[in-house]
């Protein structure tokens, strides 16, 4: 039995529907409901009446959720006691991060100080969604979070008013495709000779998403698209992208090498890419000697450390 599956049976209890527990877990319903069907198993008990709408706890499911609570956050308090001890030891600061951010921005912003901040990526944070960094500033699972935000006005679903924030730098979101023999892009925003581009998306509830449809929305002549994926990682979209299945917004600093060579092209004019800014956040309230010296120095604004020590 594994802690994740007592974690699923929350997620179950609260939402009382399969798909919405399966969505809050980040898996596919097939593999939400074998896992139930497992922990069931394992207990040697029906744990969830599924003949209800919406679908309701046994008797004996409601005393297995009472365990599941209690496993739960005993692990998540010895974890956090270990991440504190760990940490305070090594004198280091957990950075959360998409892998887009970790890889093409990361490096180049600290080795921009001549005493580089003790910065160690949080790697299990590569996967997650907007709303999961935030929520795992508030458990205290990450000191720092590092993420992509919008710069004009965008509709988010984010709870963010527990955090502050630096501006570290600016990024473009820039359309690419595989191009044609003879340069031009293979799926091409300016034609309007199609009524749909295949797409290779961002996953519909992160920001990128979000922020795209939003840059979009203002663009009279967009076109419609035919989405054949939607990824978390940008270095998935990137890979599908330059096999010819469609076309995506990536990064300009994970794609400058690749449209440099002419191995991928843009899709469409300036005005089809969409600028983000590069921001690190902390919480408000937690104490952490690091992250206060780090906060000091990068000022109230800051776009470049400028050779801090």
């Known amino acids: 039995m594994e802690i994740r599956w007592l974690e699923d049976f929350i997620a179950l209890a609260r939402t009382r529907h399969f798909s919405r527990a399966a969505d809050e877990q980040n898996v596919t319903q097939p593999t939400f409901s074998r896992r139930i069907k497992l922990l069931e198993e394992e207990m040697g008990a029906t744990l969830v009446n599924r003949q209800t709408l919406p679908l309701s706890l046994t008797p004996e499911g409601e005393e297995f959720l009472t365990l599941c609570q209690d496993v739960t956050q005993r692990v998540a308090n010895t974890r956090q006691r270990l991440g504190h001890l760990a940490e305070s030891q090594a004198g280091k600061m957990r950075l959360a991060a998409p892998q887009s951010l970790l890889a093409n921005f990361l490096p180049e912003w600290l080795a921009g100080w001549s005493t580089p901040p003790p910065v160690k990526p949080y790697l299990r944070a590569t996967a997650w969604l907007v709303n999961d960094y935030f929520q795992a500033l508030g458990r205290d699972e990450c000191d720092l979070v590092l ?163």
């Open 147 to 309: 993420c992509y935000w919008p710069v004009n006005d965008c509709p988010l679903e984010v709870e963010a008013e527990a955090f502050e924030y630096r501006r570290l730098g600016q990024e473009r979101l820039i359309p690419v495709s595989l191009p044609e023999a003879d340069g031009r892009p293979r799926f091409d925003l300016e034609s309007t000779g199609r009524r749909s581009l295949p797409l290779i998306a961002y996953h519909p509830r992160g920001l990128i998403d979000t922020v795209i449809r939003h840059h979009l929305e203002a663009l009279p002549d967009a076109p419609t698209f035919s989405v054949l994926n939607e990824s978390i990682q940008s270095g998935n979209i990137r890979e599908l992208v330059g096999l010819g299945y469609g076309l995506g917004w990536l990064p300009q600093r994970s794609v400058a090498t690749a449209l440099a060579a002419g191995q991928l092209v843009p899709a469409g004019s300036e005005r089809w890419e969409v600028p983000l800014e590069i921001r690190l956040f902390r919480h408000r309230h937690v104490e952490h000697q690091a992250v206060d010296v780090l906060w000091q120095a990068l000022g109230e604004d800051s776009s470049a450390p400028e050779d801090k020590a």
